[in-house]
């Protein structure tokens, strides 16, 4: 049981913030100081209580109206973000269908291209762009 009360009193020193000291002070002799019960903190009259509810009631208001403000500056806020979303979006759009249109042009003008006679090969030619020689010096290297 000593264990317990000395454990209890290192808990209650380690998770106390704040310590308190006796201090002895000399007597003082003087005339004495009358001390009512209002000043001691006597129970509220009802005037007293409708001022202080109307306090509260104040700043109650004023606590509302800053709520809303913030409210009404979030709201502003994400308007604001969405309306640049929406626009980051129509840009996309757009820069697709032109994208689109692009590759249809290129499309439209590589099918109205007429095709080379003699098959879709390409004949490849020389510095001079005799085809014929580059064919002789093929045939020279075929045993």
């Given at each position: 049981?000593?264990?317990?009360?000395?454990?209890?009193?290192?808990?209650?020193?380690?998770?106390?913030?704040?310590?308190?000291?006796?201090?002895?002070?000399?007597?003082?002799?003087?005339?004495?100081?009358?001390?009512?019960?209002?000043?001691?903190?006597?129970?509220?009259?009802?005037?007293?209580?409708?001022?202080?509810?109307?306090?509260?009631?104040?700043?109650?208001?004023?606590?509302?109206?800053?709520?809303?403000?913030?409210?009404?500056?979030?709201?502003?806020?994400?308007?604001?973000?969405?309306?640049?979303?929406?626009?980051?979006?129509?840009l996309i759009i757009k820069a697709t269908q032109k994208a689109a249109d692009r590759a249809a042009t290129k499309a439209q003008?590589?099918?109205?291209?007429?095709?080379?006679?003699?098959?879709?090969?390409?004949?490849?030619?020389?510095?001079?762009?005799?085809?014929?020689?580059?064919?002789?010096?093929?045939?020279?290297?075929?045993?």
């Amino acid at each position: 049981q000593r264990h317990h009360a000395a454990a209890d009193a290192v808990l209650l020193l380690a998770h106390t913030s704040t310590f308190a000291v006796a201090q002895a002070y000399e007597a003082v002799e003087s005339t004495a100081i009358p001390v009512y019960a209002r000043e001691l903190g006597a129970p509220l009259t009802r005037s007293g209580f409708a001022a202080s509810q109307e306090r509260l009631q104040n700043l109650t208001a004023q606590q509302q109206e800053q709520q809303k403000a913030i409210e009404a500056q979030q709201e502003k806020q994400e308007k604001a973000e969405k309306a640049k979303r929406e626009k980051e979006a129509k840009l996309i759009i757009k820069a697709t269908q032109k994208a689109a249109d692009r590759a249809a042009t290129k499309a439209q003008a590589a099918a109205a291209k007429p095709k080379p006679e003699g098959g879709s090969r390409k004949r490849k030619t020389n510095a001079t762009g005799h085809s014929d020689i580059i064919q002789a010096q093929r045939q020279r290297k075929k045993p």
